[in-house]
């Protein structure tokens, strides 16, 4: 029995392997940075609403690429934010992540370094 081209087929098995898994690793590092860049949107946000309430954390969400979800957020107050962003991910589509942050004022009178304590993903 002859075995010319048996390794062919091995070649063929291992190329596909390491296809298949090069495509998760490029799709959980997007995903990985779609997180980063939705905790940055949120952090903006919850910091944004402390001053303007809702349309600050609204401005501040959308300029970072997000949509603002859910807001408690009265002006001059403590705010709690949760925003979503979706990622693309080669042939499954767009997934949603999503990040939530909180921000209170420190202290009274006009804002300076340090006036401002922030909380970032629960």
């Known amino acids: 029995m002859s075995e010319r081209g048996s390794v062919t087929p091995l070649l063929a098995a291992v190329a596909g392997i390491v296809a298949v898994s090069a495509a998760l690793l490029v799709g959980l590092h997007l995903l990985a940075g779609a997180r980063v860049a939705a905790q940055t ?15 600050g954390a609204v401005r501040a969400a959308n300029g970072n690429g997000a949509a603002l979800v859910r807001c408690r957020c009265p002006a001059g107050g403590a705010a709690a934010v949760v925003v979503r962003m979706a990622v693309r991910i080669g042939p499954i589509g767009p997934v949603p992540v999503t990040a939530a942050a909180r ?8 804002p300076g370094p340090g006036d401002w304590r922030g909380s970032g993903s629960r």
């Open 103 to 110: 921000a209170t004022r420190v202290r009274e009178g006009r």
């Open 41 to 55: 949107a949120a952090d903006a946000a919850a910091l944004a609403a402390v001053d303007a309430g809702r349309a």
